[in-house]
């Protein structure tokens, strides 16, 4: 690793404030390339990261094929905490309203794309049999912020600082002109599989936080890096662990493990990875307890419903639609009558039977447009255990009625949640 020297002298001016159009000195980081193989560790940093490891695994294995409908509220989850250190608020219940009806604020919007940009990311780059590119990476990047030229970055970034200037920035990643060269290295970096997945997912984070490669979405697209790599490794097979969700809640500690990283102190960094990694795939776990709970929950609403309207049976046949709906409310907590048509192959009668019917049952709610007519039907308990998923993250875990998370959505209605509220 080295700096280079560089002169700051800015062309256009005229929306800088005096400060920040003064020319001076800076010094840019230029990490070294990364090493295919795994650096050599301290004997506890390896124990930490063997843990972590076995951790992941057994939360993986505790879920197994149900991970899958948890992923997407996982992955909401992390984008919600992406989304709030990046400065843009945005609730669990917005984000999946615009998703169901494909509009709302830009900030709803912008994060679920991010959301499906980390499914694919997934999908995509976790296929062992192929190596990952450069390419890869900007095309990830691309579909995270499709409103700028694809490719890396032309310019001279930084990150942090009081004002708009790199002499006053926290971090200076390295000039333009290497960015090509480290990222094609860490694209082989993230090919590799050899060694424990944990380290290599929290150095290819740490790397790629370090080069920041474009002009927007670097947060953003590092974090899905970290899916990517465990996926590859097959750390990972049916779950998809937030661990960036705890950063979120400890951005200073984030900030310095990513300082004493460029200072060549690996082993602090990936300790703190791992003791993320733990925390995040317990509470993974914990989630999946809930919702199947709250399943459970939503069934017997809906059959004391069916039992006091005399409607026969009172237990819903499994193959109805409002079991199938009940079913899937963990992936799909936002409902509109043409979105149930279509999956299920019903009329639109029926399915706004259906939805009705879970509506008296008070296991959906309505969404009203502008003009007082219901858009969607949303299952408020189930977006709920997002933002309690979100907070538990970010403050370690457990009760958060005590430590309050720092950025971050705000507690939902103890109403909503009922039995399953924590007291966050």
Same mark, same amino acid.
């Given at each position: 690793?080295?700096?280079?020297?560089?002169?700051?002298?800015?062309?256009?001016?005229?929306?800088?404030?005096?400060?920040?159009?003064?020319?001076?000195?800076?010094?840019?980081?230029?990490?070294?390339?990364?090493?295919?193989?795994?650096?050599?560790?301290?004997?506890?940093?390896?124990?930490?990261?063997?843990?972590?490891?076995?951790?992941?695994?057994?939360?993986?294995?505790?879920?197994?094929?149900?991970?899958?409908?948890?992923?997407?509220?996982?992955?909401?989850?992390?984008?919600?905490?992406?989304?709030?250190?990046?400065?843009?608020?945005?609730?669990?219940?917005?984000?999946?309203? /615009?998703?169901?009806?494909?509009?709302?604020?830009?900030?709803?919007?912008?994060?679920?794309?991010?959301?499906?940009?980390?499914?694919?990311?997934?999908?995509?780059?976790?296929?062992?049999?192929?190596?990952?590119?450069?390419?890869?990476?900007?095309?990830?990047?691309?579909?995270?912020? %499709?409103?700028?030229?694809?490719?890396?970055?032309?310019?001279?970034?930084?990150?942090?600082?009081?004002?708009?200037?790199?002499?006053?920035?926290?971090?200076? %990643?390295?000039?333009?002109?290497?960015?090509?060269?480290?990222?094609?290295?860490? /694209?082989?970096?993230?090919?590799?599989?050899?060694?424990?997945?944990?380290?290599?997912?929290?150095?290819?984070? &740490?790397?790629?936080?370090?080069?920041?490669?474009?002009?927007?979405?670097?947060?953003?697209?590092?974090?899905?890096?970290?899916?990517?790599?465990?996926?590859?490794?097959?750390?990972?097979?049916?779950?998809?662990?937030?661990?960036?969700?705890?950063?979120?809640?400890?951005?200073?500690?984030?900030?310095?493990?990513?300082?004493?990283?460029?200072?060549?102190? $690996?082993?602090?960094?990936?300790?703190?990875?791992?003791? &993320?990694?733990?925390?995040?795939?317990?509470?993974?776990?914990?989630?999946?307890?809930?919702?199947?709970?709250?399943? =459970?929950?939503?069934?017997?609403?809906?059959?004391? =419903?069916? =039992?006091?309207?005399?409607?026969?049976?009172?237990?819903?046949?499994?193959?109805?639609?409002?079991?199938?709906?009940?079913?899937?409310?963990?992936?799909?907590?936002?409902?509109?009558?043409?979105?149930?048509?279509?999956?299920?192959?019903?009329?639109?009668?029926?399915?706004?039977? /259906?939805?009705?019917?879970?509506?008296?049952?008070?296991?959906?709610?309505?969404?009203?447009? =502008?003009?007082?007519?219901?858009?969607?039907?949303?299952?408020?308990?189930?977006?709920?255990?997002?933002?309690?998923?979100?907070?538990?993250?970010?403050?370690?875990?457990?009760?958060?009625?005590?430590?309050?998370?720092?950025?971050?959505?705000?507690?939902?209605?103890?109403? $909503?949640?009922?039995?399953?509220?924590?007291?966050?």
């Amino acid at each position: 690793m080295h700096y280079v020297d560089l002169v700051w002298r800015p062309d256009e001016s005229a929306h800088l404030t005096r400060r920040d159009r003064a020319a001076g000195r800076y010094r840019a980081f230029v990490p070294d390339e990364l090493s295919v193989d795994l650096p050599q560790l301290s004997a506890s940093t390896e124990s930490a990261a063997a843990d972590a490891l076995v951790v992941l695994a057994r939360a993986d294995e505790r879920i197994g094929e149900r991970g899958g409908y948890l992923n997407h509220l996982l992955i909401r989850s992390e984008s919600i905490s992406s989304s709030w250190i990046e400065g843009n608020r945005v609730s669990p219940k917005k984000l999946a309203v /615009a998703e169901a009806l494909r509009r709302g604020d830009r900030v709803a919007l912008d994060v679920v794309a991010n959301v499906r940009a980390t499914e694919e990311a997934i999908a995509d780059l976790a296929d062992r049999d192929r190596p990952i590119t450069a390419a890869d990476i900007e095309a990830l990047q691309h579909v995270i912020e %499709p409103g700028l030229p694809f490719g890396v970055r032309q310019e001279q970034n930084w990150v942090g600082g009081p004002g708009w200037s790199p002499l006053r920035a926290d971090f200076v %990643p390295p000039p333009e002109g290497e960015v090509p060269r480290l990222l094609d290295n860490l /694209a082989d970096f993230v090919t590799a599989t050899s060694g424990n997945p944990v380290v290599r997912a929290a150095l290819a984070h &740490a790397q790629f936080e370090t080069i920041h490669p474009f002009i927007d979405g670097n947060g953003r697209t590092g974090r899905a890096l970290i899916h990517t790599v465990l996926r590859r490794a097959d750390a990972l097979r049916n779950l998809l662990v937030p661990i960036s969700t705890v950063f979120a809640g400890a951005v200073d500690g984030y900030i310095d493990g990513l300082t004493a990283f460029r200072d060549g102190d $690996v082993d602090s960094w990936v300790d703190r990875f791992c003791e &993320a990694t733990e925390l995040a795939a317990a509470n993974a776990v914990r989630l999946s307890q809930r919702v199947e709970q709250l399943d =459970h929950e939503a069934l017997v609403d809906l059959t004391v =419903h069916r =039992h006091r309207a005399g409607l026969s049976p009172a237990s819903p046949r499994r193959d109805s639609v409002a079991a199938k709906i009940l079913g899937a409310l963990a992936s799909e907590p936002v409902l509109t009558i043409q979105g149930v048509s279509s999956r299920y192959r019903i009329s639109a009668t029926a399915a706004t039977n /259906a939805l009705t019917q879970l509506t008296d049952a008070a296991i959906l709610s309505r969404v009203r447009n =502008h003009r007082g007519q219901t858009s969607a039907w949303t299952a408020d308990r189930h977006l709920a255990l997002v933002a309690l998923t979100e907070r538990s993250n970010r403050v370690g875990g457990g009760d958060t009625a005590r430590v309050r998370p720092r950025l971050g959505p705000p507690a939902p209605d103890e109403a $909503v949640v009922g039995r399953l509220h924590d007291g966050a």
